[in-house]
């Protein structure tokens, strides 16, 4: 009943949502936690390490058709978890790899991975979810790769991802990417957003049309330019990977 009831936007407040968020991921010792923050031991050896391997090989082809540096020299990795980008986008950025995440236990685990392949320097930044953008004025920087993997389907929102986006937007260079993954819905009404019990339901908490995204992605100052689509794969459905440039 209370999945039928999400589907059809009967969901509870985004507000509310927002704020089962946050307590959700500052609270380390909760079920599946390290699993669902993509830490190595959560996650196992052969997922995690084929988490960062896939996302590498899709940014390099991305990178390549768009004649855009395969060796960025500022990285922001948001929502970085427990490293599994970190270990291969770290050791090819130049300059400095910044872990980001509203957890600040994640951050740390992502820095400790990432200085066990690499010197590459590492800056660290614990997001504030419920106003990213202040996280975005303390940084004081500007990157030319904003990854972002497995979190936009996290967010309370439609609005709250498309708020990352336009963060996104800022941080970048001109000519610099985002590489964005979503989960998408389909025509099938059950393929969408469950608007409820976000422990429950966290993976599936906000989807994109995939043209609706690509839409969006203009809309918020990211040209929207190549797409990968993965139906499925060792862990999880109906994923979108978008190269977005800043003009
Ligand atoms: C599934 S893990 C993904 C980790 C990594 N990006 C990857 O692809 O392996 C999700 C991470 O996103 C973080 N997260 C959740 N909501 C977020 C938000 N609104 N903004 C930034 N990070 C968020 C969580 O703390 C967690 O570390």
Not at 18 to 40: I, K, M, V
Request: proline residues 4%.
């Amino acid at each position: 009943m209370s999945h039928v009831a999400g589907f059809l936007g009967a969901g509870q407040k985004p507000s509310r949502r927002l704020s089962d968020a946050q307590s959700y991921w500052s609270a380390e010792a909760a079920p599946g936690w390290t699993e669902n923050s993509h830490w190595r031991s959560g996650l196992g050896e052969t997922n995690w390490e084929d988490v960062g391997k896939e996302h590498l090989a899709m940014f390099e082809q991305f990178a390549r058709a768009l004649e855009v540096s395969t060796h960025p020299d500022v990285v922001i990795d948001w929502g970085c978890g427990g490293g599994a980008n970190a270990v291969v986008f770290a050791p090819i950025t130049k300059r400095k790899y910044i872990a980001a995440d509203v957890s600040g236990e994640s951050v740390m685990e992502c820095v400790r991975q990432v200085r066990a392949v690499c010197d590459t320097p590492t800056g660290q930044s614990i997001i504030d979810i419920a106003e990213p953008g202040r996280t975005v004025e303390k940084l004081k920087t500007q990157c030319d790769l904003f990854l972002c993997t497995y979190v936009l389907e996290l967010t309370a929102d439609r609005d709250e991802a498309l708020r990352i986006l336009r963060l996104a937007e800022r941080l970048l260079v001109s000519g610099g990417m985002a590489f964005i993954q979503v989960k998408y819905h389909t025509a099938d009404w059950r393929t969408r957003g469950y608007k409820r019990n976000y422990r429950r339901n966290l993976s599936n908490m906000t989807t994109f049309g995939i043209e609706e995204f690509w839409i969006a992605s203009a809309a918020c100052g990211l040209m929207p330019k190549l797409i990968t689509l993965v139906p499925r794969n060792s862990l999880d459905s109906r994923y979108a990977y978008y190269a977005l440039v800043k003009p």
